[in-house]
């Protein structure tokens, strides 16, 4: 035998480097908690059903409660002799309460257990992660709510096409953050399920209680099969997924904010505060925040990507490579809570230029659509109407002018149904206010938005 709490079988043991290679305490050492708690409820159920002895269950209870106040207090140490962090607190609750310890692993697997720790852990940070989503939601909501009359260019191609109120474009992204917590809140229900009792992939001959356990970790539903429960991870991969998505939108938004804090823009400020200045040029105010979210965005497909092809291929139930899970799931969900909160404060923070916004509005052409739709109102047919105004745009744009710029008498050489009443059609807050069709931009329209999300997030 060897020193490993598996040694039975061994007769030497594995070089430094190997030791190092297979070892995962570095870092699943974030599941201690959770390892500690699992433990506890599983012991609980193996003193209730006479699997071991009552004495013994408050033996193991005791020391696992010790453990806790350790680790709570940083009096823990781990060490890669003891390889994860399962046998790491076993050796730990040995050193405590000596032998006895060995009866907590009873009717239980590291594959369960590793199992069960991954979901705890999960699901303690989704509920963490929710309130931050809604967070950042609620901050979109009160900026918008001062910026319902900000007119600004709306744009396709990246080119000028129409007006749009930026609380009309702020609450899109409110829109889609919606899904993303929705997306999470499912995301929840994956992984409220107890894998403990699994063992190590077939079930236990013990007289166990999975409810019971399940109960006592809370889980609102337990696996049904012991090969599913030890061996897939798909509700990481939701998970990282939907984390995908989420730092997604988030990334498509910073570059508007990157975008839009450049001189070219010049449609917003970042706060000093989310910003930093260069070692060389004194003049400069980076928007290193934005850029950060953006591309952090490009690790957490990466921890996507990484997950599903170390699951692709392998059979069931549980292998070795299943521990490849683990730092993808750390690295985004640090990622995705710091970059939600960063985003939250930025766009608190940052500064509206209404008048740059609506300056570059009234210097275009993004109101042609509204000389052809009001050429079209007169009864030209809509096909016909955008000609004649595609030629008048050129035409302005031989002269250096806009369309506000073209004269009655001109217009009514374009057109005889042309009346004064255009000029008023061609102003960008007409053209906003009125596009009151459901889910335009209308004011109205994001006034009831507005309402409506507000109640959504009890505001
Ligand atoms: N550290 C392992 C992991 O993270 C725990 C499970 C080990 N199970 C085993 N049969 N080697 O996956």
Excluded at 297 to 325: C, F, H, I, S
């Amino acid at each position: 035998a060897t020193t490993k709490l598996w040694g039975g079988r061994f007769t030497a043991e594995p070089s430094e480097y190997v030791q190092k290679f297979g070892a995962s305490i570095e870092f699943d050492q974030l599941l201690a908690e959770e390892d500690i708690q699992g433990s506890l409820a599983h012991v609980q159920m193996l003193g209730d059903q006479g699997i071991i002895a009552k004495d013994e269950m408050s033996s193991i209870q005791t020391g696992l409660k010790q453990l806790q106040v350790q680790l709570e207090q940083g009096d823990l140490t781990f060490s890669i002799d003891n390889e994860d962090i399962h046998l790491n607190l076993e050796k730990a609750l040995t050193d405590l309460i000596g032998p006895v310890a060995g009866k907590l692993h009873t009717a239980r697997s590291r594959n369960d257990q590793v199992a069960l720790d991954m979901h705890l852990y999960l699901r303690n940070r989704l509920n963490e992660l929710l309130p931050l989503v809604q967070d950042l939601q609620k901050t979109l909501v009160q900026k918008a709510e001062t910026n319902v009359e900000t007119i600004m260019p709306g744009y396709t191609h990246l080119q000028h096409a129409q007006p749009i109120s930026y609380a009309h474009y702020l609450l899109a992204y409110y829109n889609m953050f919606q899904r993303d917590y929705e997306r999470l809140t499912f995301n929840l229900q994956h992984t409220d399920i107890s894998p403990i009792g699994a063992a190590a992939l077939a079930g236990t001959t013990f007289p166990i209680d999975r409810q019971q356990t399940a109960d006592l970790l809370d889980f609102k539903a337990l696996y049904h099969n012991s090969l599913d429960a030890v061996s897939d991870r798909d509700f990481i991969l939701e998970f990282l997924s939907n984390a995908a998505i989420l730092m997604m939108h988030l990334s498509r938004m910073c570059e508007e904010l990157v975008l839009w804090s450049s001189q070219e823009f010049n449609y917003i400020e970042l706060s000093d505060t989310y910003s930093t200045g260069s070692s060389i040029m004194p003049q400069k105010k980076n928007p290193d925040m934005a850029e950060l979210i953006r591309g952090k965005t490009g690790r957490v497909y990466g921890d996507l990507l990484g997950l599903l092809t170390v699951m692709k291929g392998l059979p069931l139930a549980y292998n070795k490579d299943l521990q490849e899970d683990k730092e993808g799931m750390f690295d985004t969900v640090n990622t995705l809570m710091m970059s939600l909160k960063v985003m939250k404060g930025m766009v608190e923070t940052l500064t509206v230029k209404k008048e740059q916004m609506k300056h570059a509005t009234v210097h275009d052409f993004s109101n042609a659509t509204e000389l052809a739709d009001y050429l079209a109102k007169k009864g030209i047919p809509f096909r016909q109407a955008h000609e004649i105004v595609g030629a008048t745009v050129l035409k302005c744009i031989q002269q250096g002018k806009f369309l506000k710029d073209i004269t009655l008498s001109e217009y009514q050489a374009i057109s005889p149904l042309i009346e004064a009443d255009v000029f008023t059609a061609l102003d960008p807050v007409t053209a906003v206010k009125t596009r009151d069709s459901l889910g335009g931009t209308g004011f109205d329209e994001i006034r009831k938005e507005l309402a409506q999300a507000k109640a959504d997030l009890q505001l």
